[in-house]
């Protein structure tokens, strides 16, 4: 069995958990104690591999498919970890898509919703369904992964970006209404990492190349990677870390 760590005792939530920055963030709150439920959409390999690790660990973590896109499968997701683990404490909201990289004026409306639809409002209701859970304990957290371009206004980003900046709203107002029920909200915001996303990104914008083509120029000589930001994630509900909220950390080496 895994020792018992500082998170020991807390059940978590993370969507998209099974691939990328949402592994690593499955990962260190598992290694940390808590038990994880990660949902995913439709890499179920992934998953399955992820949590099979971790169990063989001596960690405890239920793989769910969810799209955080669908209202009625986040609520599915929530009852399934409260149902395997007794509790809900702990909500990363984590999945999201990448946009095309268009300009405004050559963006549709259904680009935009569904953007708006994955990152904003599909986390505004699964806070929903999570919150009567989040309520019922002394402390409980909510993190919500968001990114820089919510700040930097990067051409062709309209709709990650206004998605994005969204969610951001609603993890501020969250923030607001539930201090008084022990709820903390917070919010991480990465820049570049190195992830599938990050590689399609540096592929469709520098002409192909590879993301370790960055390394050299980057802060502290490297990319920033899915661990960095999950090793922010798990600071920010650890048990020391009890008198903040509302806040937004930006993970992306001082760049931005």
């Known amino acids: 069995?895994?020792?018992?760590?500082?998170?020991?005792?807390?059940?978590?939530?993370?969507?998209?958990?099974g691939r990328g920055i949402g592994a690593a963030i499955t990962a260190e709150l598992a290694r940390a104690g808590a038990a994880v439920a990660l949902t995913y959409r439709r890499d179920r390999a992934a998953a399955e591999e992820l949590a099979g690790t971790l169990t063989g660990e001596g960690a405890a973590v239920l793989p769910v498919q969810a799209s955080v896109e669908d209202p009625a499968a986040s609520a599915r997701a929530v009852e399934a970890a409260v149902a395997e683990?007794?509790?809900?404490?702990?909500l990363v909201?984590?999945?999201?898509?990448?946009?095309?990289?268009?300009?405004?004026?050559?963006?549709?409306?259904?680009?935009?919703?569904?953007?708006?639809?994955?990152?904003?409002?599909?986390?505004?209701?699964?806070?929903?369904?999570?919150?009567?859970?989040?309520?019922?304990?002394?402390?409980?957290?909510?993190?919500?992964?968001?990114?820089?371009?919510?700040?930097?206004?990067?051409?062709?980003?309209?709709?990650?970006?206004?998605?994005?900046a969204a969610a951001e709203a609603m993890a501020h107002v969250l923030a607001r209404e539930e201090r008084g029920n022990g709820v903390r909200v917070n919010i991480v915001a990465p820049g570049l990492v190195d992830t599938e996303m990050g590689r399609r990104l540096v592929r469709a914008t520098r002409e192909g190349a590879d993301i370790r083509a960055l390394d050299a120029g980057s802060p502290f000589g490297r990319v920033c990677t899915p661990q960095d930001v999950a090793a922010v994630v798990r600071a920010l509900v650890d048990p020391a870390c009890a008198y903040l909220t509302d806040q937004r950390v930006v993970v992306d080496g001082g760049t931005f």
């Open 85 to 90: 683990f007794g509790g809900l404490d702990l």
């Open 1 to 17: 069995m895994a020792e018992r760590g500082p998170l020991t005792g807390r059940v978590a939530l993370v969507t998209g958990g």
């Open 93 to 164: 909201s984590n999945a999201g898509i990448a946009s095309r990289g268009l300009p405004v004026g050559e963006t549709t409306a259904e680009e935009v919703s569904r953007l708006l639809a994955v990152h904003a409002v599909g986390p505004h209701q699964l806070v929903r369904a999570a919150l009567p859970h989040l309520r019922r304990h002394a402390r409980s957290d909510v993190v919500v992964v968001s990114s820089v371009a919510a700040g930097a206004w990067s051409a062709g980003g309209a709709p990650y970006a206004m998605a994005k």
